[in-house]
């Protein structure tokens, strides 16, 4: 079964800064998504940006970036120039593209944005 | 803002009462998802419906039963449940359940006392 494991529970960053969270993921598949939701006070899940396994380059969203190492199952997100409105919960997740289609989540890291 | 909407945003119920979450998608997607969110542990996976048709039951106690009458509407209707219930349950939604990127909405925050 795959697992997806995020190593930092809680992160902060000064405003206006660029903080790297960690994810890494177990999988014997070849072919799959990753994704980053983002979770704020408000309970909304909104996806940040997502990863085809399948492509090399490094999936971005404005100031969101991913370091996808595939050899080492490693997903990383990058915020750049850190934003206020940016604290919230960060989930990263695998989802498979045969068998199982659902979203395996990690347990989250909090990140929280220093003024 | 997503086009995942959920009612009732907040309940509190007994472990006696009957109650039933909605989750309706203004989308246009075929497939929908329940999921469960505690305290300290990852989201889990509860149903996934595909074209109206359950297509997963994640090892899901029988006091909670969904019900997808068409692709925009989706239901969780708890019965009997038990204090450990207490979560944030989230419905999900997409085109399609195996390429197509998850839409969630706010959620239901439900607490058993």
């Known amino acids: 079964a795959q697992t997806v494991t995020q190593s930092q529970p809680e992160m902060s960053v000064q405003e206006a800064e660029t903080v790297t969270l960690s994810c890494t993921y177990d999988?014997?598949?070849?072919?799959?998504?990753l994704f980053w939701y983002k979770q704020p006070p408000s309970r909304q899940m909104i996806l940040v940006i997502r990863?085809?396994?399948?492509?090399?380059q490094n999936a971005t969203e404005n100031r969101f970036s991913v370091n996808f190492q595939k050899a080492a199952k490693s997903f990383s997100l990058k915020i750049s120039d850190s934003q206020l409105g940016d604290a919230a919960m960060y989930f990263c997740a695998y989802r498979s593209v045969s068998g199982a289609q659902k979203l395996v989540f990690g347990q989250g890291t909090r990140l929280t944005i220093n003024p | 803002e997503t086009g995942v909407t959920q009612t009732p945003r907040h309940l509190v119920m007994g472990m006696t009462n009957k109650k039933s979450l909605k989750c309706e998608q203004h989308?246009?997607?075929?497939?929908m998802y329940w999921y469960k969110q505690s305290a300290k542990k990852p989201l889990e996976l509860m149903f996934v419906?595909?074209?109206?048709?359950?297509?997963e039951n994640n090892s899901v106690p029988s006091r909670f039963s969904p019900e997808c009458p068409n692709s925009s509407h989706l239901f969780l209707h708890l019965h009997t449940l038990q204090p450990e219930d207490s979560a944030l349950y989230l419905c999900?939604?997409?085109?399609?359940?195996?390429?197509?990127?998850?839409?969630f909405g706010p959620g239901t925050r439900l607490l058993v006392l």
């Open positions: 990863q085809e396994a399948y492509k090399q």
């Open positions: 999900a939604s997409s085109q399609d359940t195996v390429r197509e990127t998850q839409y």
């Open positions: 989308l246009g997607h075929n497939a």
């Open positions: 419906y595909s074209l109206e048709e359950r297509v």
């Open positions: 999988t014997s598949e070849s072919d799959y998504y």
